[in-house]
């Protein structure tokens, strides 16, 4: 599948145009069937998704009780009956209008192998538990993933011609608790290395789409994009033609109006390729990283 949504960004004027191969990349929608592994994934995102929520929540408009007790008018407060026994009117309880934000949310989660199984799987319960927290928000919200096929011999005149792998976990217009089995699926995917710039681009356009006011992108990466096509490159150093291609999509999202924030797991390079960054040290703080993320786009 090559939804039009992959079309590459316009390349930095000093530079020369990104060139890749796209005849077989592929975009897969993980099945929402039954999965053993979904258990435990379950089981710790969502009361972490409801924390997240919680803190969440302070930042929005009209942020308080959804209902306001203790009123002389409204729907009888069975909380509050002990009261007219006293002769007080206060036994009525009222519904308070709540505005629904206009924000959307994707977060796109780095599926390569250079990520430690531990940090794999904490990745996908941060990104469940943001997806929850942004429904109990009434923001619609979306988790993608990324990563290759295996790489092959470099191809002349290319900047990548390893075949993409973009996985749909979550999409927006599905429940959370609905996709929770394709978070469990998503742990026993063949994971092999990150082309970030075509993927933060495409899951940018599918945040577009949206139509929301406020368009949050969060991706969660272990460091430099990288191909596996080019071993002449020290292991500690990325491919620039990557870089260069990753931070030109970030900034023309930026400037269509989207947030981009680049959240590191143990990544301190992360910070030089997107101009919002994060950078956490252990798996257990990534989801609290993405909440804070999401909290401080709806306070604006």
Known sequence: ?????????????????????RARDRERVLSTAPHPRTATLWTAAAPLGQALARRARLALPDAGPA?????????????????????DPRVF?????????????????????????????AALTAGLALALAAEALEVDA???????????????????????VHVVLKPFDRP?????????RATGLERQNNVDGEAVAWAG?????????????LVVSDGRPN?????????DRGDPRLEAHLRQV??????????VVGVGLAAPRVAALYPRAAVVEAPDDLAPALGEALRLALRG
């Open 142 to 164: 979306e988790v993608l993933g990324f990563t290759t096929l295996a790489a092959a011999a470099p191809r002349p005149g290319l900047d990548r011609g390893v075949p993409l």
């Open 93 to 121: 309880a009222r519904r308070r209008p709540q505005r629904r934000v206009d924000a959307a949310v994707s977060v796109l989660l780095d599926c390569s192998g250079s990520l430690s199984t531990p940090q794999h799987r």
């Open 67 to 87: 209902v306001a007790r203790d009123q002389a008018r409204g729907l009888l407060d069975p909380r509050r009956l002990a009261r007219a026994a006293c002769d």
């Open 176 to 184: 959370a608790r609905a996709c929770r089995h394709a978070f469990g």
């Open 1 to 21: 599948m090559r939804p039009e949504a992959w079309a590459t960004p316009a390349a930095p004027e000093a530079g020369p145009p990104y060139r890749c191969d």
């Open 250 to 259: 970030v900034r023309d999202l930026e400037r269509g109006g989207a947030r």
């Open 227 to 235: 191909t596996g096509e080019r071993g002449d490159l020290p292991p």
């Open 205 to 217: 356009a599918r945040l577009a789409r949206r139509g929301r006011r406020t368009r949050l992108l």
